[in-house]
């Protein structure tokens, strides 16, 4: 059921579904969310059951200020607070340890738990009518079926999860990839998904260099190594294999059997002239706004292959690089 977020109540419809232990999907900056109340185990099992999630795959915490997401953290360390005072309202999650009393179900049964307080007028709106209501937190992965393409529009949502789930229909959502993950919970920093926010923004507002991932990371959103996927295969190629891998098509005959749809933003759409060709933007920020929404339209257009650029090697594409490895590896 697709709510105008802009109309008088619904925010307070919206906030009265989470208080009463409803899903409620909802944008924020990066994707849209499929909420539920995160002191509410059994409210959050409806996401799990709806995305077809597993259990033990935590989620993330949605905020509406600082203050509540001190409900859920058992303490907030230094890492945290510096990222957190620099970077929120914004695309960025800390891991921190977690009250034991507080969204078990939302951790996936971890002692840790991610905490985000999200930059996007409709997403703090709602979450401070829920406050209002005793809901402290929103626990929201994205608002899609587990392991396929986020969802950026409100009718991504209601093509993904059905006419009969609560929508709050905000517009397109402005980043298109998901929140940069950070652990704080283990002394030092460790980065464990990029996303909008650059390795150099956050080793700055730390003043330490963040690590790699470890196999002593805790579980968190979106770190599997298949997601985000099509239901096209997906193959990424840099730029000179793709070009070959073009011109050994024969003719446009072949790549429009192959139902072939390319994705970059340096070869020329004669290398193939049968396939679907999309322009990649050259820039990250636009390119990360509409990966997702290309990737559906294409999915839309019974593409059986779609074929993309790799983007280029530097921190600032990291996270649609990572978006892209992820869905290629489904």
């Given at each position: 059921?697709?709510?105008?977020?802009?109309?008088?109540?619904?925010?307070?419809?919206?906030?009265?579904?989470?208080a009463?232990?409803?899903?409620v999907?909802?944008?924020?900056?990066?994707?849209?969310?499929?909420?539920?109340?995160?002191?509410?185990?059994?409210?959050?099992?409806?996401?799990?059951?709806?995305k077809?999630?597993?259990?033990?795959?935590?989620?993330?915490?949605?905020?509406?200020?600082p203050?509540?997401?001190?409900?859920?953290?058992?303490?907030?360390?230094?890492?945290?607070?510096?990222?957190?005072?620099?970077?929120?309202?914004g695309?960025?999650?800390?891991?921190?340890?977690?009250?034991l009393?507080?969204?078990?179900?939302?951790?996936?049964?971890?002692?840790?738990?991610g905490?985000?307080?999200?930059?996007?007028?409709?997403?703090?709106?709602?979450?401070r009518?829920?406050?209002?209501?005793?809901?402290k937190?929103v626990?929201?992965?994205?608002a899609?079926?587990?392991?396929?393409?986020?969802?950026?529009?409100?009718?991504?949502?209601?093509?993904?999860?059905?006419?009969?789930?609560?929508?709050?229909?905000?517009?397109?959502?402005?980043?298109?990839?998901?929140?940069?993950i950070v652990?704080?919970?283990?002394?030092?920093?460790?980065?464990?998904?990029?996303?909008?926010?650059?390795?150099?923004?956050l080793?700055?507002?730390?003043?330490?260099?963040?690590?790699?991932?470890?196999?002593?990371?805790?579980?968190?959103?979106?770190?599997?190594?298949?997601?985000?996927?099509?239901?096209?295969k997906?193959?990424?190629?840099?730029s000179?294999?793709?070009r070959?891998?073009?011109?050994?098509?024969?003719?446009?005959?072949?790549?429009?059997?192959?139902k072939?749809?390319?994705?970059?933003?340096?070869?020329?759409?004669?290398?193939?002239?049968?396939a679907?060709?999309?322009?990649?933007?050259?820039?990250?920020?636009p390119?990360?706004?509409?990966?997702?929404?290309?990737?559906?339209?294409?999915?839309?257009?019974?593409?059986?292959?779609?074929?993309?650029?790799?983007?280029?090697?530097?921190?600032?594409?990291?996270?649609?690089?990572?978006?892209?490895?992820?869905?290629a590896?489904?």
């Amino acid at each position: 059921m697709l709510l105008n977020a802009h109309e008088a109540g619904a925010m307070v419809r919206a906030a009265q579904a989470l208080a009463a232990g409803d899903l409620v999907a909802f944008p924020t900056e990066t994707v849209y969310g499929l909420g539920a109340r995160a002191d509410d185990d059994a409210a959050v099992a409806k996401i799990f059951a709806a995305k077809g999630r597993p259990a033990d795959h935590p989620l993330i915490v949605h905020v509406a200020s600082p203050e509540d997401a001190l409900a859920f953290a058992a303490e907030w360390p230094a890492t945290a607070r510096r990222l957190t005072e620099a970077l929120w309202p914004g695309p960025l999650t800390v891991i921190v340890p977690r009250r034991l009393d507080m969204g078990a179900a939302s951790a996936g049964g971890q002692s840790s738990i991610g905490l985000r307080c999200p930059d996007h007028p409709v997403a703090q709106a709602m979450l401070r009518e829920a406050s209002a209501l005793g809901v402290k937190g929103v626990a929201a992965p994205s608002a899609n079926r587990f392991g396929r393409i986020s969802p950026t529009q409100a009718r991504h949502v209601v093509d993904e999860l059905g006419d009969q789930l609560l929508v709050l229909d905000g517009g397109a959502c402005p980043g298109g990839i998901e929140s940069t993950i950070v652990d704080c919970s283990r002394g030092h920093p460790v980065l464990l998904r990029p996303g909008l926010l650059t390795r150099t923004r956050l080793e700055a507002v730390l003043g330490e260099p963040l690590l790699d991932r470890d196999d002593a990371a805790p579980r968190a959103s979106g770190t599997l190594e298949a997601h985000y996927a099509p239901r096209a295969k997906l193959r990424l190629m840099p730029s000179a294999m793709l070009r070959k891998a073009l011109q050994m098509l024969d003719g446009p005959t072949k790549a429009a059997e192959l139902k072939l749809a390319v994705y970059c933003r340096t070869v020329p759409r004669s290398a193939a002239s049968g396939a679907v060709y999309r322009h990649m933007p050259a820039e990250p920020g636009p390119a990360a706004h509409e990966l997702f929404s290309v990737l559906r339209e294409l999915d839309d257009q019974n593409a059986h292959l779609i074929w993309v650029e790799e983007p280029p090697a530097t921190p600032e594409w990291d996270g649609v690089r990572d978006r892209l490895q992820r869905a290629a590896a489904a």
